[in-house]
């Protein structure tokens, strides 16, 4: 069965830092994988996908993930943090028999001035 | 452009009440998904709909129904509610069933008291 594990439920970092948000899938096929960040009171926005193309995928707002498949891995990152990528963010996984997403727990990201 | 809308905004029922929920989706969309999430974890998935017929299931029990109409929007209605049936319940739309992109609605606010 797919799944898709997010290991921190909280992460803090000091603006202007690096932002690392980790994210482990279980997948028996070549996964779809995105990342959805979900601000207060507002709906949930895709920040990036997968779709078994480049490695790398760049996304929305300076965020960008690499696809480990010898790790089972697909971790969000972004140089530097700004008060504005304070947020909740979601790791997914997308089952290629019915086009379902699976989604991680969440991870809380706090940026400390 | 608008987006996904849903309506209401928040709504308080007591336990063995009946709720229904609306969702507008985005223009030019045909698939409406629905999710429910409690507080502090990611979205499970409940239903999806396409040309008016529920294509996919969660793991939701048969209180969970909805309904599509020709215009694309789309209902959730819940039965005989639960306390733990509070959370809040998304809506996505995206365009064919196969889309990796949908577009999320703020959501509704459901509280069960």
């Known amino acids: 069965a797919q799944s898709v594990t997010q290991l921190d439920s909280h992460v803090s970092v000091s603006e202007g830092t690096p932002v690392l948000l980790r994210c482990n899938y279980s997948?028996?096929?070549?996964?779809?994988l995105f990342w959805y960040v979900q601000h207060p009171n507002k709906g949930l926005q895709l920040l990036l996908k997968y779709t078994s193309a480049a490695t790398l995928v760049k996304g929305i707002n300076g965020f960008e993930a690499e696809f480990k498949k010898s790790e089972t891995s697909f971790h969000l990152t972004k140089p530097s943090a700004h008060m504005s990528d304070a947020a909740e963010y979601f790791c997914?996984?997308?089952?290629?028999?019915?086009?379902?997403?699976?989604w991680g727990a969440g991870t809380k990201l706090i940026i400390k001035p | 452009d608008a987006g996904v809308t849903q309506s209401p905004t928040h709504l308080i029922k007591t336990r063995g009440q009946q709720v229904t929920l609306r969702c507008s989706p985005k223009?030019?969309?045909?698939?409406v998904s629905w999710y429910q999430q409690a507080l502090g974890q990611g979205p499970q998935f409940i239903f999806q709909?396409?040309?008016?017929?529920?294509?996919q299931r969660g793991n939701f029990p048969d209180r969970f129904s909805g309904h599509q109409f020709p215009n694309y929007s789309s209902e959730l209605n819940v039965n005989a509610l639960l306390l733990g049936d509070s959370a809040l319940y998304l809506c996505a739309s995206s365009l064919r069933l196969s889309s990796y992109e949908q577009y999320f609605g703020p959501g509704t606010r459901l509280t069960v008291t």
């Open positions: 997948s028996s096929y070549s996964p779809s």
């Open positions: 709909y396409y040309e008016e017929e529920e294509r």
């Open positions: 223009s030019g969309h045909d698939t």
């Open positions: 997914v996984v997308r089952l290629d028999s019915n086009y379902q997403l699976i």
